[in-house]
């Protein structure tokens, strides 16, 4: 597998998705698809568990308690528009 981002990883995990889903392939090629989905899986699982990591790094306290607060999309994208 290619360097890919989380994004082209996610395109091609649901281009994947519905390759399988139309039962056109064959058993060897449905089987190929479907480890290349657990891998794209996998990465991209690992890639939001980093994420997660950084995120909560960002939001310690100067004396390295954690202030957690909880995420609003709403808030957040009222403020934009």
Same mark, same amino acid.
């Given at each position: 597998? @290619?360097?890919m981002? #989380? $994004? /082209?990883?996610? =395109?091609?995990l649901?281009k994947?998705?519905?390759? &399988? %889903?139309?039962?056109?392939l064959?058993?060897?090629? @449905?089987?190929k698809? #479907? $480890? /290349?989905?657990? =891998?794209l899986?996998?990465?991209?699982?690992d890639? &939001? %568990?980093?994420?997660?990591?950084?995120?909560?790094?960002?939001l310690?306290?100067?004396?390295g308690?954690?202030?957690e607060t909880?995420?609003?999309?709403?808030?957040?994208?009222?403020?934009?528009?």
């Open positions: 597998m @290619a360097k981002t #989380f $994004e /082209e990883s996610m =395109k091609q649901e994947i998705v519905e390759d &399988l %889903e139309s039962g056109d064959t058993l060897d090629k @449905a089987l698809k #479907f $480890e /290349e989905g657990v =891998k899986s996998k990465f991209c699982s890639k &939001l %568990e980093e994420t997660e990591k950084k995120i909560t790094m960002l310690k306290d100067p004396d308690s954690l202030q909880p995420f609003n999309a709403s808030e957040n994208t009222s403020e934009e528009t």
